[in-house]
């Protein structure tokens, strides 16, 4: 079965820091895009970061978090960990992580597993 389980979620005081990570099982971790979305409540899903499969090996953040979160993969470990800094009350959200095959992107529809879910609360 292929799973993905997000975890690293927590309460943190704006201008910390978390990291994030993805353990994937079920298929192999080069093979696919993993891309890490959010979502806020009553909000709607938002791209956050995606690390391509390695056969691309590019990275990409969306504007609202350029500079102050990393994505990186961890193939041994099948792990794809996000590292957020400066953290601002706007991160606040269910973060999720997900894997897609043919995947250079943050639009959901292309991608075919996801995990659970963590979730992240930023404080004022």
């Known amino acids: 079965d292929v799973q993905l389980q997000a975890s690293g979620g927590g309460l943190v005081q704006a201008g910390g820091s978390l990291r994030l990570s993805c353990v994937a099982s079920?298929?192999?971790?080069?093979?696919?895009?993993i891309a890490w979305f959010r979502q806020a409540p009553g909000k709607d899903r938002e791209g956050v970061s995606y690390?391509?499969?390695?056969?691309?090996?590019?990275?990409y953040y969306a504007d609202s978090v350029k500079g102050r979160f990393t994505i990186s993969k961890d193939s041994a470990k099948a792990t794809v960990y996000l590292q957020m800094n400066s953290l601002k009350p706007d991160d606040t959200a269910v973060y999720y992580c997900a894997a897609g095959v043919a995947s250079a992107t943050l639009v959901p529809m292309y991608y075919d597993y996801w995990g659970q879910g963590t979730e992240v609360t930023v404080s004022s």
């Open positions: 690390v391509s499969s390695s056969t691309i090996g590019t990275t």
């Open positions: 079920g298929f192999i971790l080069d093979d696919y895009s």
